[in-house]
């Protein structure tokens, strides 16, 4: 069984979504570097999200290869930023009343592919 289906398919990751760009929209640090209508945004995470875990492969399908670390260049994203939005993250992960190991498993994720997108001091 992949994660995907552990956690209860696309309604689990669109709420995870939801609960996160909630936090986001009122973040003063963070909420600059989004565009104005979150719509999109929202959407194309979902769509990752669900695919990386074993889901649909739609974001895939529509909008090629993730490329996580070239999508994010064009931000400016230091330690503050990432913080911010790991912050955000493993507040609504926490919110989802997953299993530990599901919780423990995405959470570790997050830590490390957040990380990974620092590109500035």
């Not at 995907?4 to 995870?16: D, M, R, S």
């Not at 290869?65 to 990432?82: G, K, Q």
Request: glycine content about 6%; cysteine-free.
């Amino acid at each position: 069984m992949t994660v995907y289906q552990a956690v209860g398919g696309t309604p689990f990751f669109e709420a995870l979504i939801e609960r996160f760009y909630d936090r986001v929209a009122t973040d003063v640090l963070l909420r600059p570097l989004y565009p104005e209508d979150l719509t999109d945004s929202r959407d194309h995470m979902v769509k990752f999200l669900q695919q990386y875990w074993g889901g649909p492969t739609t974001y895939s399908e529509e909008r090629g290869h993730p490329r996580l670390r070239m999508r994010h260049a064009p931000f400016v994203i230091t330690n503050a930023e990432a913080t911010a939005w790991l912050g955000h993250m493993v507040a609504a992960v926490e919110a989802g009343d997953l299993p530990e190991e599901l919780e423990n498993q995405m959470i570790d994720y997050f830590t490390m592919s957040t990380t990974h997108m620092i590109n500035a001091m």
